[in-house]
C-alpha cells in the first residue's frame, strides 16, 4: 500500500494531480493533501511536519513559483530524488516513471527514484494544465484551518534573510488560456502591437483564449507572461489552435502537442511549424487575421 | 560587495530542433550544436556587473561545473566582464542530477571563499538551464549551503548594501528587501546581457581562471556523477509530433478564403 | 605553418558575429531598400571594439590587428556589405593618421574615431580620374600659415557624415614639372568645404557616397599629414594595404552569404519530389561557391597576417582583392541561379549580393590595376 502526498498550495493543479495519481494506483494506495492556501512563506516548515508525520513513498507537487522552490528544496532535506516538471507519470508495477522533458520538449527522459519509500519518497513537480481538471478527493491535513484557530504561526512575512515590502497583483490575460477550447495564437511573425490586439480581438469575438509564443513576448507588443504557450509557460488542449506567424521551435509545440486540431498560418513556405499541424496556410498572417475579423460569428 | 555567478554550458537552445535520438543506440545526438552560456546566466551575470558597477570594492567570480573543453565559454565570462573565474571539471562530475551537481557546486563555493577569505554576500544563477530545465540547481545550492534562496527574481537592485529584488508569481508581484547571503535565481526579462566586445576579450587574458579536478576538490566519490544521484535517467524519447500538414485551401485562394476555411474548421469543431 | 585562427581570434568572431546578428543582420535588407546610411550604429561598433580593433591602446584603440580587423568586416559584410564600406573608409582615413601622423594629431582624432563618435575617411578620387592619382587637379597652397583649398572630389565614401577627411591635394611641383601631393585633413564645417551630390548606388547601399567641394576652404597648417609631397605614397600605401584588405575582406563575407543562403535554400527547395540540393548540377554550383569562399578567405587572411608581422604585403593584398572582388561576383550570380525565380526576386537578399559584389570591383583600386600591381611584382620576382 502507498501513501501519495500531494502539496495543495492553493492553484488547481493539485487536484489534476490527484485524479492522476488515483488513476494510476486506485485502491493500491492511500491519498493524503497538505492544504494551506495561506501561509505560503511557512511551506518548507508545513510539508516538513506533514512528511515527518505521514511519512508518503511519493510527494506530488505542482511546478507553480512556490513549487518549483518547495520540492528540490525538500530534495535535499529528505536527501532523495526530485523529477521535475513532468509531462506525464507512468506506473510500471514496482516502478515509478516521471517522464520530464529536455532541450525545449525536443526530447522526453524516463526519471526513476530508485528505492522510493518512506524513508527515501520520490518527489516529482507536474506543471499545471498538464493533467486533467479532477473531481476526485481524500483525507486532507488542513493547515489553514490550524492557522485560522491560531494553532499555528502564519510566520513573519520573510523568506529566509529577505522581508516581504511588497504585494501587486498582476494584469492578467482576460481568461486563462490552459481552459480554452478555442485559442489564437501570435507568434514573432505577427509583427506589431496593433496585430496582437487584433489577435485579442479575435479570441473576444469567437470565444477563445489569445495566447502568444515566447519571442512574441520578448518584443514587448502587448501580452502577458500568463499568455505564453510553451514548456516553460502554459500547456494548452484546445479542440482548435490557430497559430498565426508561429515558426514551431520544439518548446512551443511541446505546449500545444496535446490540440485536437492544429492550423498554421505563415508567410514562409518552408515554417517548420508546417511539419506539426493539421492544417497549413501559406498567407500573411495579418491578412487572415483581418479576413477572420471581417466574418461573422 | 562579493558576488558569484553560477554558469553552466549548454547546447545551443537555437539549435533545440536539430536534436536527435540515435534510432540505433537510443542515445542523445548533437553533434553539430555549438555550446554556449545558457541564456539566463548571462541575465545572471550581466545583474552582477550591473550591481559591481555601481559599488566600490565589489567583484564578481564565476563558477562553473562543466568538461574542461568548455573552459571558452569560462573565458567569454571573463570577456563579459566577471573578474575571476573557477571551474570544476572532472570526469568523475558527470552524469549527475541536480542533486549530485549542486553538491559539487556547493562545495565549490566553499573551497573558493576559503581560497579567497572572503564570504559572498550575493550568489545569482539564470532560473533555469535551456537544456535541463529543472530551476532545480539554485535553489539545492542554496539548500547546501544552509542560505536563503528565491527564484524568479525578475528585479534587483542593491542600495547601500540593502538589496532589493521582485519575485513573479503566478499572480502576485511581490517585493523584498534584505541583505545576503543568499542565491538569487533570474529570469531572462530582467536585463539585457551586454555583448562581449574586443576590448573584454583582451582584458580576459590576464584573468585568472583556475581549474579544480576532484584531485583538488576531494570529494567522496559515491557522492558524485550518477552514483551520487537519487534520480537515475531511463529512457530517452523523441516524442512523435509531426501531423499531416495538408494546404488549408488550394493554391491560388486569398487570405478570406483561409479565413472561411478556418471557420469551418472551428465549426466542425463545435467552438 | 598555422592555418588555425587563435582561441582569442575565435573568441572575437562570436563576439562580432553576435552583435552582426542583432544589430546589422535583421536590418541590412532594409536599408538596401531605403538607400539608408545606419550612422547610429558607429557608436555601438566603437563600444564594441570594431571600428579601433587596429589602434594602439594608448590613441582609444584595442591594440590588436589588421587580422582582427579583417575578421569583424567579414563577419558585417556577411549581411551588409554596404556598412562595411563605411567602416573600412573610416578605417582608411584613420590608418594614414596612425601611420603618418604627428603624436597631437593621434591624440586629437584617434580616440574620438575608435569611438565611433568621429568619422574619418580618405578622399582621392576627382572627376577627372581615380585610377589616374597623378592627374589629380585639387589643389592647397599654403598661406599665412594656413592651406587654402580648392578643388572637388568625388565616389568618395562617408562623403556626407565624415567629421573629418583626410584628403589628397596638390601641394607643390618637383623638378621634371609633375604634380606633388600631400594628405590634408579636412573637419567639417569649415567654410567653403562641403560635400556636393551624394550618388544613388547600384550596390554597397548602406553607405554614403558623394562628392566634396573645396572651393577656398582655409584649415591650419598642422592639418598636414605625414611631409609635405608624400601625398601619393601615404595615399597609396593604405588604400593599398588597409583599403584592398578591406575590400577583399567584404567580398569575403559577400561569398560567405551566397554559400550559406544556396546551402540553406537548396535543402528547402522540393523540385521533382526531392530538394534540389540533390541534382549535381546545383551541387557543382555550390562546390564552385564553396571554392572561391575558402580561397578569397586564405588569402586575405594571409595578406593581414603578413601585415601584422610587419612584413610588406602590398602584392598579397592586390591579389586578395582581385581574387575576391571577382569570386563574389561570379558567387553572387550562381546563387542567383540556384535560386531560379526567387533569385530574381527582391524578398531575397541574391540580388542585394550580386549588386554589393559588382560595387566592390572599383573601389580600392581596379581589377586592371591590380593586375598591373600584381604583373609588375610577378616578372621582378619570377
Known amino acids: 500500500m502507498k501513501k501519495i502526498m500531494i502539496m495543495d498550495q492553493g492553484d488547481p493543479v493539485a487536484y489534476q494531480i490527484l485524479g492522476k495519481a488515483k488513476s494510476l494506483y486506485g485502491d493500491d494506495a492511500d491519498y493524503v493533501m497538505v ?38 528544496a525538500l530534495g535535499i532535506r529528505l536527501e532523495t530524488g526530485v523529477a521535475a ?21 525536443k526530447v522526453i527522459g524516463e526519471i526513476f527514484v530508485p528505492g522510493w519509500g518512506p524513508e527515501h519518497p520520490a518527489i516529482a513537480t507536474v506543471k499545471p494544465g498538464t493533467f486533467d481538471d479532477s473531481k476526485a478527493d481524500c483525507r486532507v491535513i488542513d493547515f489553514d484551518v490550524m492557522i485560522e484557530a491560531g494553532e499555528i504561526d502564519s510566520g513573519r512575512k520573510t523568506q529566509g534573510t529577505f522581508r516581504l515590502t511588497g504585494i501587486e497583483p498582476r494584469k492578467h490575460a482576460k481568461s486563462d488560456i490552459s481552459k480554452a477550447q478555442l485559442i489564437f495564437c501570435g507568434g514573432f511573425g505577427i509583427g506589431s502591437t496593433d496585430n496582437w490586439q487584433k489577435i485579442e480581438k479575435l479570441a473576444e469575438k469567437f470565444g477563445g483564449g489569445a495566447g502568444c509564443t515566447r519571442p512574441a513576448l520578448d518584443m514587448d507588443w502587448g501580452p502577458d507572461e500568463s499568455s505564453m504557450i510553451g514548456t516553460s509557460g502554459k500547456t494548452v488542449k484546445p479542440k482548435v489552435y490557430i497559430g498565426f506567424g508561429v515558426s514551431g521551435a520544439a518548446h512551443h509545440v511541446c505546449g500545444i502537442k496535446d490540440a485536437d486540431v492544429i492550423i498554421s498560418i505563415n508567410n514562409d513556405k518552408d515554417a517548420e511549424v508546417f511539419a506539426v499541424s493539421d492544417y497549413k496556410g501559406v498567407f500573411d498572417a495579418e491578412a487572415v487575421i483581418d479576413a477572420l475579423l471581417e466574418e461573422d460569428r | 560587495m562579493n558576488i558569484l555567478v553560477l554558469v553552466k554550458p549548454v547546447p545551443d537552445p537555437e539549435k533545440y530542433n536539430e536534436i536527435r535520438i540515435d534510432s540505433q543506440t537510443k542515445r542523445l545526438v548533437r553533434e553539430g550544436v555549438p555550446t554556449v552560456i545558457n541564456p539566463t546566466d548571462r541575465n545572471a551575470l550581466e545583474a552582477a556587473l550591473q550591481i559591481r558597477d555601481a559599488m566600490e570594492d565589489s567583484t564578481v567570480t564565476v563558477l562553473s561545473m562543466a568538461p574542461e573543453f568548455s573552459r571558452d565559454k569560462i573565458v567569454e565570462c571573463l570577456a563579459m566582464g566577471a573578474d575571476d573565474a573557477y571551474l570544476l571539471s572532472d570526469r568523475a562530475f558527470g552524469g549527475a542530477d541536480t542533486y549530485a551537481t549542486s553538491y559539487v557546486l556547493a562545495e565549490g ?19 533555469e538551464s535551456a537544456d535541463g530545465a529543472t530551476a532545480h540547481v539554485p535553489v539545492q545550492v542554496a539548500e547546501w549551503l544552509k542560505i536563503s534562496h528565491i527564484s524568479r527574481v525578475c528585479s534587483l537592485n542593491v542600495e547601500d548594501e540593502l538589496i532589493k529584488l521582485v519575485k513573479r508569481s503566478e499572480d502576485v508581484m511581490l517585493s523584498f528587501q534584505g541583505e545576503g547571503p543568499a542565491v538569487l535565481a533570474v529570469t531572462r526579462d530582467i536585463n539585457k546581457p551586454r555583448f562581449v566586445n574586443a576590448m573584454g576579450i583582451v582584458k580576459a587574458r590576464k584573468k585568472p581562471l583556475t581549474i579544480w579536478s576532484n584531485e583538488d576538490m576531494k570529494l567522496e566519490e559515491s ?49 | 605553418m598555422n592555418f588555425n585562427f587563435t582561441e582569442e581570434q575565435e573568441m572575437l568572431r562570436a563576439a562580432f558575429a553576435e552583435f552582426v546578428k542583432e544589430e546589422i543582420a535583421p536590418k541590412a535588407a532594409k536599408w538596401d531598400e531605403d538607400n539608408y546610411t545606419p550612422l547610429e550604429l558607429m557608436p555601438k561598433m566603437g563600444e564594441m571594439g570594431i571600428l579601433g580593433v587596429f589602434v594602439p591602446e594608448q590613441y582609444g584603440g584595442v591594440g590588436l590587428g589588421h587580422t582582427e580587423r579583417v575578421m569583424a568586416l567579414e563577419e558585417i559584410a556577411r549581411h551588409s556589405a554596404g556598412l562595411a564600406m563605411m567602416v573600412f573608409t573610416h578605417q582608411l582615413g584613420m590608418a594614414a593618421i596612425l601611420d603618418y601622423g604627428t603624436e597631437e594629431q593621434k591624440m586629437k582624432y584617434l580616440p574620438g574615431m575608435c569611438a565611433g563618435t568621429e568619422i574619418c575617411g580618405l578622399a582621392v578620387t576627382e572627376p577627372g580620374g581615380g585610377s589616374d592619382v597623378a592627374g589629380q587637379k585639387t589643389e592647397a597652397k599654403l598661406e599665412d600659415g594656413q592651406w587654402v583649398v580648392n578643388g572637388r572630389k568625388c565616389f568618395i565614401t562617408n562623403s556626407h557624415c565624415g567629421t573629418a577627411t583626410v584628403i589628397t591635394c596638390k601641394t607643390g611641383e618637383d623638378e621634371k614639372g609633375r604634380s606633388t601631393f600631400s594628405c590634408i585633413i579636412l573637419e567639417k564645417g569649415t567654410e567653403g568645404y562641403s560635400p556636393g551630390r551624394e550618388e544613388n548606388k547600384l550596390g554597397l547601399r548602406g553607405s554614403m557616397t558623394g562628392e566634396l567641394i573645396m572651393n577656398n576652404a582655409k584649415v591650419p597648417e598642422e592639418n598636414l599629414v605625414g611631409e609635405a609631397g608624400m601625398g601619393t605614397p601615404i595615399a597609396m600605401k593604405e588604400i593599398g594595404e588597409v583599403g584592398r584588405a578591406s575590400m577583399a575582406a567584404i567580398a569575403t563575407g559577400i561569398i560567405r552569404g551566397c554559400l550559406e543562403d544556396a546551402v540553406k535554400f537548396s535543402k528547402e527547395r522540393i523540385v521533382y519530389g526531392k530538394p534540389v540540393s540533390k541534382l549535381q548540377a546545383i551541387q557543382f554550383h555550390i562546390a564552385e561557391i564553396r571554392c572561391d569562399y575558402e580561397a578569397a578567405r586564405l588569402m586575405t587572411y594571409r595578406a593581414a597576417a603578413l601585415k601584422d608581422e610587419g612584413k610588406p604585403a602590398a602584392t598579397e593584398f592586390s591579389m586578395a582583392k582581385y581574387f575576391a572582388t571577382e569570386a563574389a561576383c561570379r558567387a553572387s550570380k550562381r546563387l ?16 542585394r549580393y550580386h549588386r554589393d559584389a559588382l560595387g566592390c570591383i572599383s573601389s580600392g583600386g581596379t581589377s586592371e590595376i591590380q593586375k598591373i600591381i600584381v604583373a609588375g611584382d610577378t616578372l621582378k620576382k619570377y
Not at chain 1, 85 to 105: Q, S
Open chain 1, 35 to 72: 492544504k494551506f492556501h495561506k501561509a505560503h512563506n511557512q511551506a518548507m516548515r508545513l510539508m516538513e511536519k506533514a512528511i515527518a508525520d505521514e511519512k508518503p513513498d511519493v510527494i506530488l507537487i505542482g511546478a507553480t513559483a512556490l513549487g518549483e522552490e518547495v520540492a528540490p
Open chain 1, 85 to 105: 516538471h513532468c509531462i506525464d507519470i507512468i506506473r510500471k508495477e514496482d516502478e515509478l516513471a516521471f517522464m520530464v522533458p529536455a532541450f525545449g520538449g
Open chain 2, 109 to 127: 563555493i566553499k573551497k573558493v571563499e576559503a581560497e579567497k577569505g572572503l564570504m559572498f554576500d550575493l550568489i545569482l544563477a539564470g532560473n
Open chain 2, 223 to 271: 557522492r558524485l556523477g550518477l552514483e551520487g544521484s537519487p534520480t537515475q535517467p531511463g529512457e530517452l524519447i523523441a516524442p512523435h509530433m509531426g501531423r499531416a500538414g495538408e494546404p488549408l485551401v488550394s493554391g491560388d485562394a486569398t487570405a478570406a478564403d483561409a479565413a472561411k476555411a478556418i471557420l469551418s474548421v472551428m465549426r466542425k469543431a463545435g467552438v
Open chain 3, 336 to 351: 542567383i541561379e540556384i535560386m531560379g525565380g526567387y533569385g530574381v526576386v527582391n524578398e531575397y537578399a541574391a540580388g
